[in-house]
């Protein structure tokens, strides 16, 4: 009997990579990362120990795809283009990954890659004259905004339908003489279409701009 290659440890995360990206986190589980592997469960904990750990290196191997632009330490940081750079590059990478944001905020086991994406994220403000608690809380408002951004958007992609044919399909579930200014915004969007990127930037330079002024008070 021919005698069947060993798995590497990146054919095992990105089978279960795969798995979380088609019914979220939950459904994955060792046993049926072993099944699609064809493989004995046992044997996966000859690569990771735990669950836990296998997750942990799924986070570290998609997180160095989130981009924070080319800069050089050695020149003043201009924070509000990384910032932006960094946010667009984790919008499109968690709206690919539903699961990562929840990982990445709740996962203590880090592997090397992610502890740099997380350091280099607090780093951006502290080098740009942040105090460590605004910095903090920067990240936090930022994510925040990303998170419920991508949320909102997945929700929206599950229908087969375009924007333009949910804002009509919506249009004529309520009396527009009633409803006169939902109408109206629901008349733009049939006759427009909705640009995702450009709502995204909108909130997220409002968010920018004030904290420049809240960082702008404590020089």
Known sequence: MEKRP???KEQIISKAIAIADKGGINALSMRKLAAELN???MSLYHYFKTKDELVSHMADKLVTNIDFGEHDDNTVCNWRKIME???RSAMALF???PWLPFVLDSQ???GINRLEYLNNYIGTLRKAGFPIEL???VTSLIDS???GYCRQLTHVSDSEKSLEELAEVFSKSFDSSQFPFLNEATA???ENGYDNDADFLFGLNVILNGISMELGTLV
């Open 135 to 137: 910095s903090l809380r």
């Open 188 to 190: 733009l969007v049939m």
């Open 145 to 147: 905004y990303i998170y």
């Open 6 to 8: 060993a798995l590497s």
């Open 85 to 87: 750079t960094r946010a």
């Open 108 to 110: 203590i086991q880090s």
């Open 39 to 41: 493989i004995q469960a």
């Open 95 to 97: 709206l690919e990954h």
